[in-house]
Antibody, heavy 117, light 112 residues
């Protein structure tokens, strides 16, 4: 079955950087768009970014554009989110999800990113 | 404030039927873009519940159903059970937004 496992979350100071990763198994990773979705504590879901199967098409939410970079390594079945210039409002659980026909059909368990001094 | 509006909360007794609405506009639901629904049980990751308005992934009980009318979509849950208590989110594509993808604000379902 499809499994998505995020890692790399943690505590970082405002203005700092962090890279979170997602390792996929149980699917032909290179066939699918992938996405990052986040959820601030006690809040709803927010789509952060998604990337096409070969990495040529990338979208970002306005809230992270210019600060976050999504990438993937199909040889390693891995998805990444490089987060720079982090702000307190970026504090959230970051979920990796398979993106298929405009929906997130499989989700990881999430990794918590806390931005605080 | 999301462009997809959901009621913050709904409630129902076991065995009852509840519905959750998701109201959009002419840039998203009204333009014919698909609506999907997710269930998030307490302390867990969201799970796809309904896709393309009314289709259920394998393993989702037929107590859950979805529909669309005009610029709105709805999720209906019949035969309410205690384990249905969760947050529910609608999601669609919006042609006016950067990145185009949007979630509703979420609805907390309480089983009385």
């Amino acid at each position: 079955q499809v499994q998505l496992v995020e890692s790399g979350g943690g505590l970082v100071k405002p203005g700092g950087s962090l890279r979170v990763s997602c390792e996929a198994s149980g699917l032909t990773f290179s066939d699918y768009y992938m996405s990052w979705i986040r959820q601030a504590p006690g809040k709803g879901l927010e789509w952060v970014s998604y990337i096409s199967s070969n990495g040529n098409i990338i979208y970002y939410a306005d809230s992270v554009k210019g600060r976050f970079t999504i990438s993937r390594d199909n040889a390693k079945n891995s998805l990444y989110l490089q987060m720079d210039s982090l702000r307190a409002e970026d504090t959230a659980v970051y979920y990796c999800a398979r993106f298929y026909m405009t929906t997130a059909d499989y989700w990881g368990q999430g990794t918590l990113v806390t931005v605080s001094s | 404030q999301s462009v997809l509006t959901q009621p913050p909360s709904v409630s129902g007794a076991p065995g009852q039927r509840v519905t959750i609405s998701c109201t959009g506009n002419s840039s998203n639901i009204g333009a014919g873009y698909d609506v999907h629904w997710y269930q998030q049980l307490p302390g867990t990751a969201p799970k796809l519940l309904i896709y393309r308005y009314s289709s259920r992934p394998s393993g989702v009980p037929d107590r859950f159903s979805g529909s669309k009318s005009g610029t709105s979509a709805s999720l209906a849950i019949t035969g309410l059970q205690a384990e249905d208590e969760a947050n529910y989110y609608c999601q669609s594509y919006d042609s006016s937004l950067s990145g185009h993808l949007v979630f509703g604000g979420g609805t907390k379902l309480t089983v009385l």
